[in-house]
T-cell receptor, first 109, second 113 residues
Framework: QKEVEQNSGPLSVPEGAIASLNCTYS??????FFWYRQYSGKSPELIMS????GDKEDGRFTAQLNKASQYVSLLIRDSQPSDSATYLC?????????FGSGTKLNVKP | SAVISQKPSRDICQRGTSLTIQCQVD?????MFWYRQQPGQSLTLIAT?????????ESGFVIDKFPISRPNLTFSTLTVSNMSPEDSSIYLC??????????FGPGTRLLVL
């Protein structure tokens, strides 16, 4: 079983819609949770970090964490074509960080 | 946030040779990691670079093949030894503090012929 699971996609949404990206993890002792965005040919760029249950909002992005269900999600409101990228979920447990395989998002104009 | 630079940005190497990749952080960080990313794939953790001690390697990666140094809290190197075409990949370093954010360098694109 992989440490972090993501649907590889691609997830296609029209411009202006809400994109919902999901991630599950296996280690109940995980402490920190991150979403990274990676454009083709570029290195991952941090979008959001979340450490406690509930929602965390930053501009058009909302991260949601449910530790009981071992589930973390990222909502992108008012999706733009520039949001088209691969989104990586990362889970940290003290000195270890594990990445999911990423979900490719396509936002159609 | 931490700004991370890597050298070289890319290289083409002959099989059997070795390449050392440098990673520099603009501030002191507790944790530094080295990853490998094949085209279209996610990141695979190679090892945790520990300051002043031997690196901690993930399953499938060994020190003889990927020796790592970390002489201080801002700098680390990864060497890819005795390279083969299967080592062609993007190598990324990251830095940050435990429980906090990991920031990535721009990556080193390696092609082994």
């Amino acid at each position: 079983q992989k440490e972090v699971e993501q649907n590889s996609g691609p997830l296609s949404v029209p411009e202006g819609a809400i994109a919902s990206l999901n991630c599950t993890y296996s280690d109940r002792g995980s402490q920190s949770f991150f979403w990274y965005r990676q454009y083709s040919g570029k290195s991952p760029e941090l979008i959001m970090s979340i450490y406690s249950n509930g929602d965390k909002e930053d501009g058009r992005f909302t991260a949601q964490l449910n530790k009981a269900s071992q589930y973390v999600s990222l909502l992108i409101r008012d999706s733009q074509p520039s949001d088209s990228a691969t989104y990586l979920c990362a889970v940290g447990n003290f000195n270890k960080f594990y990445f999911g395989s990423g979900t490719k998002l396509n936002v159609k104009p | 946030s931490a700004v991370i630079s890597q050298k070289p940005s890319r290289d083409i190497c002959q099989r059997g040779t070795s390449l050392t990749i440098q990673c520099q952080v603009d501030s002191q960080v507790t944790m530094m990691f080295w990853y490998r990313q094949q085209p279209g794939q996610s990141l695979t953790l190679i090892a945790t670079a520990n300051q002043g001690s031997e690196a901690t390697y993930e399953s499938g990666f060994v020190i003889d093949k990927f020796p790592i140094s970390r002489p201080n809290l801002t700098f680390s190197t990864l060497t890819v030894s005795n390279m083969s075409p299967e080592d062609s990949s993007i190598y990324l370093c990251s830095g940050g503090d435990t429980q906090e954010t990991q920031y990535f360098g721009p990556g080193t694109r390696l092609l082994v012929l």
